[in-house]
Nanobody, 121 residues
Framework: QVQLVESGGGLVQAGGSLRLSCAAS????????VAWFRQAPGKEHEFVAT????????YYANSVKGRFTISRDNAKNTVYLQMDSLKPDDTAVYYC??????????????WGQGTQVTVSS
Protein backbone atom coordinates (compact mmCIF):
# COMPACT_ATOMS: atom_id res chain seq x y z
CA GLN A 1 0.00 0.00 0.00
CA VAL A 2 1.13 3.52 -0.82
CA GLN A 3 -0.51 6.68 0.43
CA LEU A 4 0.25 9.96 -1.32
CA VAL A 5 -0.19 13.54 -0.10
CA GLU A 6 0.38 16.53 -2.38
CA SER A 7 1.34 20.01 -1.24
CA GLY A 8 2.70 23.25 -2.64
CA GLY A 9 -0.18 24.45 -4.75
CA GLY A 10 -1.43 28.01 -4.70
CA LEU A 11 -2.05 31.19 -6.65
CA VAL A 12 0.74 32.61 -8.81
CA GLN A 13 0.98 35.16 -11.59
CA ALA A 14 1.76 34.12 -15.14
CA GLY A 15 5.50 33.68 -15.58
CA GLY A 16 5.95 32.68 -11.97
CA SER A 17 7.03 29.40 -10.38
CA LEU A 18 5.71 26.83 -7.94
CA ARG A 19 7.13 23.58 -6.59
CA LEU A 20 4.72 20.78 -5.82
CA SER A 21 5.63 17.95 -3.46
CA CYS A 22 4.19 14.46 -3.26
CA ALA A 23 4.97 12.74 0.03
CA ALA A 24 4.49 8.98 0.14
CA SER A 25 4.14 6.43 2.88
CA UNK A 26 5.26 2.84 2.39
CA UNK A 27 8.62 1.14 2.49
CA UNK A 28 8.52 0.13 -1.20
CA UNK A 29 8.14 3.65 -2.59
CA UNK A 30 11.26 3.35 -4.73
CA UNK A 31 9.65 0.43 -6.54
CA UNK A 32 7.00 2.65 -8.10
CA UNK A 33 7.06 5.15 -10.87
CA VAL A 34 5.35 8.38 -9.86
CA ALA A 35 3.50 10.68 -12.21
CA TRP A 36 1.79 14.03 -12.03
CA PHE A 37 -1.56 14.50 -13.71
CA ARG A 38 -3.77 17.55 -13.75
CA GLN A 39 -7.47 18.15 -14.21
CA ALA A 40 -9.03 21.44 -15.17
CA PRO A 41 -12.78 22.01 -14.62
CA GLY A 42 -14.84 20.04 -17.11
CA LYS A 43 -11.83 18.23 -18.55
CA GLU A 44 -10.30 14.77 -18.29
CA HIS A 45 -7.15 13.97 -16.35
CA GLU A 46 -4.17 15.20 -18.37
CA PHE A 47 -0.74 13.60 -18.09
CA VAL A 48 1.99 16.05 -17.03
CA ALA A 49 5.18 14.11 -16.20
CA THR A 50 6.43 10.82 -14.83
CA UNK A 51 9.61 9.52 -13.22
CA UNK A 52 10.80 5.94 -12.80
CA UNK A 53 11.35 4.35 -9.41
CA UNK A 54 15.09 4.94 -9.46
CA UNK A 55 14.70 8.44 -10.91
CA UNK A 56 16.75 7.50 -13.95
CA UNK A 57 13.97 8.00 -16.50
CA UNK A 58 11.60 10.90 -16.95
CA TYR A 59 8.97 11.74 -19.53
CA TYR A 60 6.99 14.95 -20.04
CA ALA A 61 3.91 16.06 -21.86
CA ASN A 62 4.74 18.36 -24.76
CA SER A 63 2.72 21.13 -23.15
CA VAL A 64 5.10 21.35 -20.16
CA LYS A 65 8.42 20.19 -21.65
CA GLY A 66 11.15 22.73 -20.94
CA ARG A 67 9.10 24.46 -18.23
CA PHE A 68 8.44 21.69 -15.66
CA THR A 69 10.95 19.37 -13.99
CA ILE A 70 10.08 16.20 -12.13
CA SER A 71 12.48 14.73 -9.56
CA ARG A 72 12.42 12.41 -6.59
CA ASP A 73 14.24 11.81 -3.33
CA ASN A 74 13.65 8.20 -2.33
CA ALA A 75 15.36 8.73 1.02
CA LYS A 76 12.58 11.20 1.82
CA ASN A 77 9.84 9.26 0.00
CA THR A 78 9.04 12.42 -1.93
CA VAL A 79 8.56 13.39 -5.56
CA TYR A 80 8.71 17.00 -6.70
CA LEU A 81 7.35 18.94 -9.65
CA GLN A 82 9.16 22.21 -10.26
CA MET A 83 6.94 24.41 -12.43
CA ASP A 84 8.48 27.47 -14.06
CA SER A 85 7.18 29.99 -16.63
CA LEU A 86 3.64 29.18 -15.57
CA LYS A 87 0.76 30.05 -17.88
CA PRO A 88 -2.96 30.50 -17.17
CA ASP A 89 -3.55 27.26 -19.11
CA ASP A 90 -1.63 25.44 -16.35
CA THR A 91 -4.48 26.17 -13.92
CA ALA A 92 -5.84 22.84 -12.63
CA VAL A 93 -5.92 20.47 -9.71
CA TYR A 94 -2.63 18.57 -9.75
CA TYR A 95 -2.53 14.94 -8.63
CA CYS A 96 0.41 12.65 -8.01
CA UNK A 97 0.01 8.95 -8.66
CA UNK A 98 2.17 5.88 -8.09
CA UNK A 99 2.28 2.80 -10.29
CA UNK A 100 3.92 1.57 -13.49
CA UNK A 101 5.93 3.91 -15.71
CA UNK A 102 3.72 5.42 -18.38
CA UNK A 103 1.46 8.30 -19.36
CA UNK A 104 -1.96 6.71 -18.93
CA UNK A 105 -3.93 7.18 -15.69
CA UNK A 106 -4.80 3.45 -15.92
CA UNK A 107 -1.17 2.57 -15.14
CA UNK A 108 -1.31 4.17 -11.70
CA UNK A 109 -3.14 2.48 -8.85
CA UNK A 110 -2.43 4.93 -6.05
CA TRP A 111 -3.53 8.56 -6.12
CA GLY A 112 -3.27 11.57 -3.86
CA GLN A 113 -6.10 13.97 -3.07
CA GLY A 114 -4.82 16.75 -5.32
CA THR A 115 -3.59 20.31 -4.85
CA GLN A 116 -4.98 23.38 -6.63
CA VAL A 117 -2.72 25.46 -8.86
CA THR A 118 -4.13 28.75 -10.15
CA VAL A 119 -2.19 30.94 -12.56
CA SER A 120 -3.52 34.45 -13.05
CA SER A 121 -2.93 36.46 -16.21
Amino acid sequence: QVQLVESGGGLVQAGGSLRLSCAASGRTFSGYAVAWFRQAPGKEHEFVATISGSGGRTYYANSVKGRFTISRDNAKNTVYLQMDSLKPDDTAVYYCAAGAYGSSPREYGYWGQGTQVTVSS
